[in-house]
């Protein structure tokens, strides 16, 4: 399995990006997929995921500001990220588990946002 995540890049405080992350397979092989971010010196962090039914979670932080969405012709999710904010800079990880006896977790690579002026 292979996440290919892309759209990351620098942006000003208000405005807006999407990043979007390619799976190779089916992306309703997956339980569960999303997106997380780390920032320097920080812990990565569960920004925003859904389950295979369509349930939809997302950190508080980003509420009303960012959309996951998924595109299933195309195997893609995607983050709608707008109103950013200096403190969502970060390197984001498109993540994907699928739990069949055993938990599996991929992570693809990470793109980086920077939001400043």
């Known amino acids: 399995v292979q996440l290919q995540a892309s759209g990351g890049g620098l942006v000003q405080p208000g405005g807006s990006l999407r990043l979007s992350c390619a799976a190779s397979g089916s992306i309703f092989s997956f339980n569960v997929m999303g997106w997380y971010r780390q920032a320097p010196g920080k812990q990565r962090e569960l920004v925003a995921g859904f389950t295979i039914g369509g349930t939809t979670t997302y950190a508080d932080s980003v509420k009303g500001r960012f959309t996951i969405s998924r595109n299933s012709a195309k195997n893609t999710v995607h983050l709608q990220m707008n109103s950013l904010k200096p403190e969502d800079t970060a390197v984001y990880y498109c993540?994907?588990?699928?739990?069949?006896?055993?938990?599996?977790?991929?992570w693809g690579r990470g793109t980086l946002v920077t939001v400043s002026s």
């Open positions: 993540h994907a588990m699928r739990f069949d006896s055993l938990r599996y977790d991929y």
